[in-house]
């Protein structure tokens, strides 16, 4: 069975540019998330997908950000304009169900690394 | 303060020897624990649950300790594939995937 997989695995911009993750869950798997990881922080939360809907976008850090889920398979994730700030691993996991407050199972991807110069 | 603190490391060890992981949460409403494993360039992966009763599997042992509002990792008869970071993760009552993480330890096992 494929796992998450995520495209670009790197993207290197110049700030002021627009940049589009594709993410792809394991089939099946209602929920996505995203999260984030800058240099030298932690892996933080971004949002959480439900199908098509967002159940939870808390995570994500300002309006040039902007998930989307059409069709509730795979998801994008764009950042419109770059800042140098947006530089880190973008990770897209998946689950199952809803029951990750008990399980804590995710499956993440192996992200993709944006840099922005 | 970060929600989850962990040592950062990096613990360098020989083959074969015990070593033991901390971590702190602040938030009290947390409700679930679990350590991640993440290998160098390599996306997390989920290791072991952590029940207040403490868990076994194989040469991982997980503790938790609510009243201190500690979580701990042993393992035993380290392998030179354990080398990785290992991450702390906690999840608030009430949230669905929203995962705080620490930041990991990095842990080095050398022959």
């Known amino acids: 069975e494929a796992g998450v997989t995520q495209f670009p695995s790197h993207s290197v911009i110049e700030k002021g540019q627009t940049v589009t993750l594709r993410c792809d869950p394991i089939?099946?798997?209602?929920?996505l998330y995203w999260y984030r990881r800058v240099m030298g922080k932690e892996i933080k939360f971004l949002l959480h997908?439900?199908?098509?809907?967002?159940?939870?976008e808390s995570g994500m850090p300002n309006n040039r950000f902007l998930a989307e889920r059409t069709g509730g398979t795979y998801s994008t994730l764009k950042v419109q304009p770059a800042e140098l700030e947006d530089s880190g691993v973008y990770f897209c996991?998946?689950?199952?169900?809803?029951?990750?407050?008990?399980?804590?199972?995710?499956?993440f991807g192996e992200g993709s690394r944006l840099t922005v110069l | 303060r970060k929600e989850v603190e962990q040592d950062p490391g990096p613990f360098n060890v020989p083959e074969g020897a015990t070593v033991a992981f901390n971590c702190t949460y602040s938030n009290s409403a947390s409700q679930s624990f679990f350590w991640y494993r993440q290998d160098c360039r390599k996306e997390p992966k989920l290791l072991m649950s952590?029940?207040?009763s403490g868990n076994e599997d194989g040469r991982f042992t997980a503790q938790l300790n609510r009243a201190s509002q500690y979580i701990s990792l042993l393992i035993r008869d380290s392998k030179l594939s354990d080398s990785a970071t290992y991450l702390c993760?906690?999840?608030?009552?009430?949230?669905?995937?929203?995962?705080?993480f620490g930041k990991g330890t990095k842990l080095s096992v050398k022959p």
């Open positions: 952590v029940y207040s």
């Open positions: 089939s099946g798997h209602d929920n």
């Open positions: 997908f439900v199908k098509e809907s967002k159940q939870d």
């Open positions: 996991a998946s689950s199952q169900d809803s029951g990750t407050a008990t399980t804590g199972e995710l499956f």
């Open positions: 993760v906690v999840n608030r009552w009430g949230s669905q995937g929203n995962l705080i």
